[in-house]
């Protein structure tokens, strides 16, 4: 289902949005139905990483330290 509407667009806006639909040999309509979706497209929820990317099997490498504290590496 569609609903038609009527909007007032400047002279100059329309010319641009007449002058790129030729350009991309689509219709004015479709480019301003584009828009619009594309303004109003819900946003995309951030998901926060609690894992690490990449795991790994087998030890640590001797740059990943366990047992130190971290305010001598930090400080010392």
Do not use: H, Q, W
Not at 43 to 63: A, Q
């Amino acid at each position: 289902m569609s609903v038609r509407t009527t909007i007032d667009i400047p002279d100059d806006l329309y010319s641009t949005l007449r002058e790129r639909a030729a350009r991309e040999k689509v219709s004015i309509r479709s480019l301003v139905i584009l828009s619009i979706e594309e303004k109003f497209k819900p946003e995309r929820r951030r998901v926060r990483m609690t894992v690490p990317l990449i795991r790994c099997k087998g030890k640590l490498g001797p740059l990943f330290p366990t047992n130190e504290n971290p305010y001598d590496l930090i400080f010392g």
